[in-house]
T-cell receptor
Framework: KQEVTQIPAALSVPEGENLVLNCSFT??????LQWFRQDPGKGLTSLLL?????REQTSGRLNASLDKSSGRSTLYIAASQPGDSATYLC???????????FGGGTRLMVKP | SQTIHQWPATLVQPVGSPLSLECTVE??????LYWYRQAAGRGLQLLFY??????ISSEVPQNLSASRPQDRQFILSSKKLLLSDSGFYLC????????FGPGTRLTVL
């Protein structure tokens, strides 16, 4: 059974800092990996999708990497801003189907 | 563009009462549809998914059921709510990439 872990569970940084969020998964037979952002009381916003054949994806100040063989992904946020404060979730889709398995999330606070 | 709607946004229900949450998707045809629950202190859990009208797969046996009466409509139901059904319910569409609705906050008292 696939298990997804995110470290750290919470992170507080000053504005302007570059930061890395980590995601690991136990079964490397994944189809793709998706990073989401969730604001308090809101739904999930898809940030980046990395297919299993890709190594990284970039969108603006966000860069996500995937090392499938080691079961790891990182989300890099450059020049963090208070508006980046949210919970960040990673999720994987296994080759066996279309069901997402989620990590527990990293709660990020960027202080002005 | 595709949009996904959920209602109601919030709901407070007594234990033992019925439940009906609705999700609709616009701008796409024959989407895969999903119901997830996010409980306090726990991660997102897949409850049901559907690959077409009338086709429902359950991931976790529990007090809930799902139906898909139309191509872009997905309904989550319960005949009798339990306290443990409280949580944030999210509907999603897609397959290899999933997109989520705004969610319904359910509190069972």
């Amino acid at each position: 059974k696939q298990e997804v872990t995110q470290i750290p569970a919470a992170l507080s940084v000053p504005e302007g800092e570059n930061l890395v969020l980590n995601c690991s998964f136990t079964d490397s037979a994944i189809y793709n990996l998706q990073w989401f952002r969730q604001d308090p009381g809101k739904g999930l916003t898809s940030l980046l999708l990395i297919q299993s054949s890709q190594r990284e994806q970039t969108s603006g100040r966000l860069n996500a990497s995937l090392d499938k063989s080691s079961g790891r992904s990182t989300l890099y946020i450059a020049a963090s801003q208070p508006g980046d404060s949210a919970t960040y979730l990673c999720a994987v889709i296994d080759n066996a189907g279309n069901m997402l398995t989620f990590g527990g999330g990293t709660r990020l606070m960027v202080k002005p | 563009s595709q949009t996904i709607h959920q209602w109601p946004a919030t709901l407070v229900q007594p234990v033992g009462s019925p439940l009906s949450l609705e999700c609709t998707v616009e701008g796409t045809s024959n989407p895969n549809l999903y119901w997830y629950r996010q409980a306090a202190g726990r991660g997102l859990q897949l409850l049901f998914y559907s690959v077409g009208i009338g086709q429902i797969s359950s991931e976790v046996p529990q007090n809930l059921s799902a139906s898909r009466p139309q191509d872009r409509q997905f309904i989550l139901s319960s005949k009798k709510l339990l306290l443990s059904d409280s949580g944030f319910y999210l509907c999603a569409w897609g397959d290899n990439e999933q997109f989520f609705g705004p969610g319904t906050r359910l509190t069972v008292l």
